[in-house]
Each structure stands twice: as structure tokens, then as C-alpha cells.
């Protein structure tokens, strides 16, 4: 870890219909509103430590790679999940010890999701 900084603290997003964009992060991933600010344009989605802050753009090019991957404990369910939601999504890879699959938000962002079996926490890494 840096002596600096201590976490990421946000992440920005540039998105074209603010509105849709906050229905679709809460209502298809299932993340929730930390808070919005409609007069400046900015959404703060609740991802956990790290939210996801929307930022309202008259028009965004998406990058030709994932932004951003989130872990999923289950990423079958995760992928039929999105799959029954409608979104665009790719198959699962099986790396060999990770597993992943990259998805589309609606404004054409490339996000993934990986799955790995994560270390025990024991009281000594507390």
C-alpha cells in the first residue's frame, strides 16, 4: 500500500441519459443511490467501499477495453442475472484460476465481472 493514498475513493463515468443510467445501475446490478445531484449533473451509485459516480455528458465514446471489473461470489448467477435483464453480455472464460465476462452498460461501457476463490481471512490479517 502507498504511504499516500489509502483507497481508490470514486470512480467517474461519463453517461449520456443520467436517468437511465441510475435506473439501470440500481435496478439491473442491483447497487443503490448514495446520492444525486440533479443541477450538477452527478450520481454517486453505493458499490461498496468505492462508489461509481456518474457524470452527465452530452456525449461519451467508449474505450475499446473493461473499465472495471466487479467480483461476484457467484458469477453463474450474476451472468444469467444480466442475460434475463437483457444487456449485452459475453460468455463466461474460464482462466484457469479466474473466472470473467465483460458486459455492456447503455451507454456502451465495458464492464466485467470475475469470480476467484478468495483467502480465508484468519484473525492474524484482521
Not at 441519459?17 to 453505493?46: C, P, Q
Request: with cysteine; hydrophobic share 40%; proline share 3%.
Amino acid at each position: 500500500m502507498s504511504k499516500l493514498f489509502n483507497r481508490i475513493d470514486t470512480v467517474f463515468l461519463e453517461v449520456t441519459d443520467m436517468e437511465k443510467s441510475i435506473g439501470w445501475y440500481t435496478d439491473v446490478l442491483g447497487f443503490s443511490v448514495r446520492w444525486h445531484d440533479v443541477e450538477n449533473g452527478y450520481a454517486a451509485i453505493e458499490m461498496g467501499e468505492t462508489p461509481l459516480t456518474l457524470v452527465g455528458a452530452e456525449e461519451v465514446t467508449p474505450g475499446s477495453h473493461c473499465l472495471l471489473n466487479f467480483y461476484s461470489a457467484d458469477i453463474n448467477a450474476a451472468h444469467q442475472k444480466l442475460v434475463e435483464s437483457g444487456v449485452q453480455v459475453e460468455d463466461v472464460m474460464d482462466y484457469g484460476t479466474v473466472l470473467s465476462f465483460e458486459f455492456k452498460d447503455p451507454d456502451g461501457h465495458i464492464l466485467g465481472v470475475c469470480y476467484f476463490e478468495e483467502e480465508p481471512v484468519t484473525r492474524e490479517d484482521n
